[in-house]
């Protein structure tokens, strides 16, 4: 029987292997880091920081025939870290107060850090200017005034940070939208309000 003729042996290019022993590294590389943020997770086991307000009331609610309001108002907003193994971070927060979608006061904080497992008081004594109503902005004003009960909005927004050692850090947006009912006699109120992620 006789024997089959095979062509020219092929060999295989020298740039095909080297893209091979590329994609086995990256693909290598990815899995160990994967391993490595895993187990970073699961020792660290993270939380995200929150903000939340503690507790609120109103000092002076002055509403004139000239459609005039003042708004004289305390709030206390806690930054928490329940992380224990990380410190957090908190950048760019800034909440805006409104009455019936009118403009109060901008509430401010520079850049901060939270140690870990602890919780930080903001403290805010905001005090509006002279502020011009509509007629139907002064309506809403009387009925607080009538009601004994004004009702503010908190709303906006933080944005936190923090570091995992070897695993890397991570960000998180936290936005606040907070309800306040406010006692026109000055007593405390707190609210049940914190951030979502």
């Keep these: 029987m006789p024997k089959p003729v095979l062509g020219p042996e092929r060999r295989t290019n020298p740039l095909i292997w080297c893209v091979a022993l590329l994609c086995t590294f990256i693909t ?8 490595i943020v895993f187990i970073g997770f699961i020792i660290v086991r993270p939380k995200v920081p ?14 004139d025939m000239s459609n005039l309001l ?4 305390s709030i206390v907003i806690n930054a928490e870290n329940d992380n224990v193994k990380a410190h957090a971070t908190f950048y760019d927060t800034l909440y805006t107060l409104y009455f019936h979608d009118v403009k109060v006061a901008y509430l401010r904080a520079d850049p901060f850090d939270v140690l870990k497992n602890t919780t930080i008081q903001l403290y805010y004594p905001v005090e509006s200017t002279s502020i011009a109503l509509t007629p139907q902005e002064g309506a809403n ?5 009538n009601q004994k009960l004004v009702g503010l909005d908190l709303k906006g927004s933080s944005k936190t940070r923090w570091r995992l050692g070897l695993v890397g850090s991570v960000k998180f947006w936290l936005h606040l939208n907070c309800k306040l009912k406010l006692p026109l006699d000055g007593s ?4 049940k309000c914190s951030t979502k992620s």
Excluded at 28 to 35: D, K, N, R, S
Excluded at 70 to 73: A, D, H, P
Excluded at 141 to 145: H, P, S, Y
Aim: cysteine-free; overall charge neutral; proline content about 3%.
């Design 28 to 35: 290598l590389a990815v899995i160990v880091t994967g391993i």
């Design 50 to 63: 929150q903000m939340s307000v503690r507790s609120a009331n109103i000092d002076t609610f002055a509403y």
């Design 141 to 145: 004003a009387e009925v607080a005034l």
């Design 188 to 191: 405390t109120i707190y609210p």
């Design 70 to 73: 003042s708004i004289k108002v």
